[in-house]
């Protein structure tokens, strides 16, 4: 299936937004997790970061330097955390000093330095998260970052992909060394979104953004059942 974008003016307009394809080369299990990132200076255009084949992480870029494209292919990630070419969910950390920063979920949450939109630099960090407190192999994973006053936010979910879904919240403020274990806290011990408008479904993979006047930042997520 192709890697498809929808624009609106509005929120509510996008649910009746016609799907644009962005990207359509043949991949056997799909894209997922897309996400858009702009780079300024020496790039100045927008970024897809996707996940193909299951856990590569694809890095697409806009020619033309607008939000919809035309994208082309910038190549894949080698090493997207801790030296592994296999991971999934990536997010990028847009730091205050310029510094840019890639999550992703491999087999725990890794952060890493980015050289280029395309390429890590130096060593990875395992992100002290908690756990899901539920039996079994439940990690967390769908990182999400927003930098705030003097804050970097990070939300995260975990508890597996059904009923039990949740969203945690860690943050580290921005005079600290995110690459230090140490700087990052966590908001609370518990979730910060458990149930989806109080049905049956479980809160997933999330994101940020602000409000036209800047004043009010709101939080996207889906649900599933």
């Not at 992909?161 to 966590?186: F, K, Q, R």
Request: glycine share 10%.
């Amino acid at each position: 299936m192709p890697l498809t974008m929808r624009t609106a003016s509005t929120l509510a307009g996008l649910h009746d937004a016609m799907p644009r394809s962005v990207w359509n080369i043949s991949s056997s299990k799909g894209y997922w997790a897309p996400e858009l990132h702009y780079w300024s200076a020496p790039y100045n255009t927008w970024f897809i970061y996707t996940v193909y084949e299951g856990g590569q992480i694809q890095v697409l870029r806009s020619h033309t330097g607008r939000a919809d494209g035309p994208f082309q292919d910038a190549g894949f990630v080698a090493n997207a955390g801790n030296g592994s070419a296999r991971a999934i969910d990536p997010n990028v950390l847009h730091h205050p000093s310029g510094k840019k920063y890639l999550l992703v979920k491999g087999e725990r949450m890794w952060l890493t330095e980015l050289a280029k939109p395309w390429a890590t630099i130096g060593p990875s960090l395992q992100l002290p998260l908690i756990k899901c407190p539920l039996p079994g192999n439940q990690w967390y994973e769908a990182p999400a970052t927003w930098v705030k006053d003097d804050k970097i936010w990070l939300m995260y979910s975990r508890c597996n992909t059904g009923p039990n879904y949740e969203i945690m919240l860690a943050y580290c403020d921005t005079n600290d060394d995110v690459m230090t274990a140490s700087s990052w806290h966590h908001f609370s011990d518990e979730p910060v979104v458990r149930g989806n408008g109080g049905d049956t479904t479980g809160p997933g993979h999330s994101g940020w953004f602000s409000s036209p006047s800047g004043e009010q930042t709101l939080v996207v997520y889906h649900g599933t059942a």
